[in-house]
């Protein structure tokens, strides 16, 4: 299992930015794909970008394209979600989740196993 930690939520005005980081222990990081997801308050659980573990592929939600930004620091065991231009709609709790990569340099949007806390993001108009 690795463990993961993250970190960068609060309060924003709309228009605003917020950077969130997520950082991973007890295993090789770069050996997993990552991802960010979020959930709002009665909505399911939506990914919002994933990454390869090489770093140079990327998804995004249509939600969030051109405004969001995923990229990871295999060095520092970290990956990141640059939010910029945030909008009330993006306020929810972040969830950053690792899978192993086996290798693949690909990343998924579906069947991440391992999870954080989760950090709260709130965007006022």
């Known amino acids: 299992q690795v463990q993961l930690v993250e970190s960068g939520g609060g309060l924003v005005q709309a228009g605003g930015s917020l950077r969130l980081s997520c950082t991973a222990s007890?295993?090789?990081?770069?050996?997993?794909?990552m991802g960010w997801f979020r959930q709002a308050p009665g909505k399911e659980r939506e990914i919002v970008a994933a990454?390869?573990?090489?770093?140079?592929?990327?998804y995004y939600a249509d939600s969030v394209k051109g405004r969001f930004t995923i990229s990871r620091d295999n060095a520092k065991n970290t990956v990141y979600l640059q939010m910029n231009s945030l909008e009330p709609v993006d306020t929810a709790v972040y969830y950053c989740?690792?899978?192993?990569?086996?290798?693949?340099?690909?990343?998924?949007?579906?069947?991440?196993?391992?999870w954080g806390q989760g950090t709260q993001v709130t965007v006022s108009s």
């Open positions: 989740a690792a899978r192993f990569a086996y290798g693949a340099n690909r990343y998924y949007t579906s069947g991440y196993d391992n």
């Open positions: 007890g295993r090789t990081f770069s050996n997993y794909a």
């Open positions: 990454i390869s573990w090489r770093g140079d592929r990327t």
